[in-house]
């Protein structure tokens, strides 16, 4: 074999590395752009934990904890307007002041509750 012949091999070995890395790395930056465009839809098709608006069907306080500390857990049940149910942990003065059948909205940790029985202001 001559130098020639030698320095090919040597180039032709360092194309097929070389190629094999890049096509790993590839690979690599596919996966991590995949699981990084699933991560962004699901978050956006999410609500924000403080974020909801619906009517509220249900109330319920759960009497558990220490003497000492006992403080209920205040709760709603809340049917939003794709008809999805969910329970929604609130402080007392929002527990007392909501009904059942009221309209319920919270945006950024604001809560504001419809009272729709009641004739609008004139």
């Known amino acids: 074999m001559t130098k020639?012949?030698?320095?090919?091999?040597?180039?032709?070995?360092?194309?097929?590395?070389?190629?094999?890395?890049?096509?790993?790395?590839m690979s690599l930056l596919v996966v991590v752009l995949v699981f990084a465009l699933l991560a962004a839809w699901r978050s956006s098709n999410t609500a924000r934990p403080g974020d909801?608006?619906?009517?509220?069907?249900?109330?319920?306080?759960?009497?558990?904890?220490?003497?000492?500390n006992y403080r209920p857990r205040l709760a709603l049940v809340i049917e939003s307007n794709e008809g999805r149910r969910f329970t929604v942990a609130v402080e007392p003065n929002v527990y007392e002041s909501a009904h059942v059948g009221m309209r319920i909205r919270s945006r950024s940790g604001q809560v504001v509750l419809i009272d729709q029985t009641l004739p609008p202001n004139k």
Not at 6 to 20: D, E, H, I, S
Not at 52 to 68: H, S, T
């Open 4 to 25: 020639r012949d030698a320095a090919r091999k040597k180039v032709a070995f360092a194309l097929v590395g070389n190629r094999a890395f890049a096509v790993g790395a």
């Open 52 to 68: 909801y608006e619906g009517r509220i069907v249900d109330r319920w306080a759960e009497n558990g904890g220490a003497a000492e």
